[in-house]
C-alpha cells in the first residue's frame, strides 16, 4: 500500500485540475463542475483549506450521476490573489454567484467548518433555493453561547496571531488532524495563505455565529463529526443542534477535524446516505 507522501501525490494531481474560473469583485472563482442530474451537490471547503479536501466524497457523488460542483472559496487555493476585504457576507455573494451562474436547481450543500457556517448561513438567508444541508466539522451559527463559548470567539485570533508565520500552516495542520495522509494536505494547503489573510478568514468564520433559540434547521440536514476534533465549541456544540433539530449526529472514531480525510470512507458512505434519503437524482 502507497505511503501519504506518494498518495498525497495522486491525490493532488487527481484534483487539482479545477480550471474552470467565474470572474467576481476582486477575485476570481476557481471551480470544477462535473455535470449530471440535478440537484447538483455543492462542496464548500473549510478554512484555509481547498477544494481538495473533498476529493474521495465528490468522485463518490459524481459516481451516481449527480451534478458535483467543487470551488475554491475566495482567498483560498486557486481563487486567489483576492483584493477584496474577506467577510462573510462575500463569501455568501461569492457562492450564490457561483450557483447562479451554473443556474444550479436547489444544490444540496455541503460544508466543512468554514464551509458548513457558509452553508447554515445561505439556508437561513433563502431556505427555498436548497434541498439539503450536510455539515462536517463545524459549530452551530444559531447555537447558544456559554461563557467560555463566548471567550474561545474572542481569543481565537489573538491566539492564531501569536504563532510565527514560517509555523503556521503546520501547527494547524497538526491540530485539525489524526492522519499523516490529512496533515500533510491541510500543511500543503494552509501553506498557500499568508497568515494576515487566515487571519481574516477566521474572523469571518467567526462572524456566521449568531445565536437564535428559535430557529431551527427548515431541510433535511446531516451532521457529521470526527470524535478527536477539538477545534473551538464543535464537540459539543454539534451534539447540541443534533439534539436541538431532532437528528442523529454521525460522530466518526479516532478523526480530527478534517473528517473527510481523516474518515473519508466513513464520510463518503453517509454522504451517499443522505443523499438518498433526500431522494435520487431529478
Known sequence: MPGP??????YIQKMLNIDQRLPISGC??????????????????????????FADQAEAVAATGRRVVLVDLRGHGRSRPNTSALTAELLI???TALIAALELERPVLVGH????????????????????LAV?????????????????LRLAAPGLALIPAKRLA????????????????????FGQVTKAEFLDIWRATTSFVAPDASYRTPLPLCLVRGADDRTGNIATAMPAWARHDGVVELV???????VSQDA?????AELLRFLASIGAAQ
Open 113 to 132: 467548518s468554514l464551509g458548513g457556517n457558509l452553508a447554515q448561513a445561505m439556508v437561513r438567508l433563502s431556505p427555498g433555493d436548497y434541498s439539503g
Open 170 to 189: 503546520r501547527v494547524m495542520a497538526a491540530a485539525s488532524a489524526t492522519s499523516a495522509f490529512a496533515r500533510r494536505d491541510a500543511e500543503r494547503a
Open 252 to 258: 466518526v472514531p479516532n478523526a480530527g477535524h478534517i
Open 264 to 268: 473519508a470512507a466513513s464520510v463518503t
Open 28 to 53: 476570481s472563482l476557481a471551480f470544477a463542475d462535473s455535470g449530471g442530474a440535478e440537484p447538483a451537490v455543492l462542496f464548500l471547503h473549510g478554512a484555509g483549506a481547498d477544494h481538495v479536501m
Open 136 to 152: 462536517l466539522d463545524s459549530t452551530w451559527n444559531t447555537g447558544p453561547l456559554n461563557w467560555f463559548d463566548r471567550q474561545l
Open 93 to 95: 455573494n461569492d457562492a
Open 5 to 10: 507522501a506518494t498518495r498525497l501525490i495522486g
